[in-house]
């Protein structure tokens, strides 16, 4: 299953893989930004922790520093480190030079790294898109069809965007082994030349669908899940953007629709109400006519 939009990367355990030299750069680059405050913060008392151990173990090292000291050793260090240099604490023996040098120098190098991670996450463009919590299968055109809905939550536009869908499920080959497999599911509209308020995201399921035929249960089954990736290009940045998103079997609802979210206004502006972008509603008696009938006892909804 990919992860949902914001979270992490996959929960997947590896084996037999090198570990590459840029993974933990990747790894910072996408901690949320609480925990990228609090790796720097903790790394930051951590480096002083340790060299106010060091100017301990040298013994009487600083001037004007009381003797074995932990608290003066330490402030010393955020003194050193920052390269603040009140004047009231100085090194005043080889070995606290040495020290000195090497901890100014470790000050100055973490400022640059933490500047650069920092200006890289404010400078990486990002989608906020919002996607239906589920998928529901619905009529569309007088044709059963999987139906969900997207998004823009920013205030600009995402020009050229791009929706795909994609079905994971497991099967069985001719030969008895069990593959997971990915199968492309037509959409009826792929592009969008501005993408500003939301998207109706519809797969028509015709006899030449993937889910033709599928219940609730199949889709449990063969463990099932609905793939969603959107791409386009950030009208603000001038950069390109994603955003990705599934659906498992227990995620699509059966013979529902979704509530209308969007209006018109009394001075003629779109209003898109995001309160209700997630709502459904049974679908009428005359449009349930139209969808394959299925065994009895399918839920109608995801519990």
């Known amino acids: 299953m990919i992860p949902r939009a914001g979270e992490g990367p996959l929960a997947i355990e590896r084996r037999g893989v090198a570990t590459s030299r ?10 949320s930004w609480p925990r990228f405050f609090a790796s720097v913060v903790v790394g930051y008392l951590g480096v002083n922790l340790v060299f106010a151990l060091l100017y301990l173990a040298g013994g009487d090292v600083i001037a004007n520093a009381r003797p074995g000291s932990f608290w003066d050793a330490y402030m010393f260090s955020v003194q050193t480190l920052a390269t603040i240099g009140y004047g009231a604490m100085a090194p005043k023996t080889p070995y606290a030079d040495v020290l000195v040098a090497i901890e100014a120098f470790t000050g100055l190098f973490g400022v640059a790294v933490a500047t650069s ?22 009529v569309r055109d007088a044709v059963p069809s999987l139906v969900f809905r997207i998004a823009n939550e920013r205030g600009n536009q995402v020009v050229e965007a791009q929706v795909r869908l994609i079905l994971a499920r497991n099967e069985v080959t001719a030969e008895g082994e069990r593959v997971r497999r990915f199968h492309d599911l037509p959409l009826t509209r792929t592009f969008s030349p501005v993408f500003a308020l939301s998207w109706t995201v519809v797969h028509a399921i015709d006899a030449a669908s993937p889910l033709f035929g599928a219940t609730p249960e199949s889709l449990a089954r063969e463990g099932a899940e609905l793939m969603v990736l959107v791409t386009g290009l950030d009208d603000t940045f001038q950069a390109a953007i994603h955003g990705r998103f599934s659906y498992v079997a227990s995620e699509i609802a059966w013979d529902q ?15 898109i109400d995001y ?4 709502d459904l509603e049974p679908l ?13 006892g399918a839920p109608a909804a995801p519990g």
Do not use: E, K, W
Not at 22 to 31: E, M, Q, R
């Open 22 to 31: 840029g993974d933990l750069y990747h790894a910072v680059l996408t901690l």
């Open 117 to 138: 991670l920092m200006f890289t996450r404010f400078a990486r463009p990002s989608a906020r898109i919002l996607f239906s919590r589920v998928a529901v299968i619905a």
């Open 257 to 271: 629709r979704f509530s209308d979210v969007i209006s018109v206004a009394s001075d003629g502006r779109r209003v």
């Open 275 to 278: 309160t209700r972008f997630h």
């Open 284 to 296: 009428p008696p005359h449009v349930l006519r139209v969808l394959p009938a299925r065994a009895p």
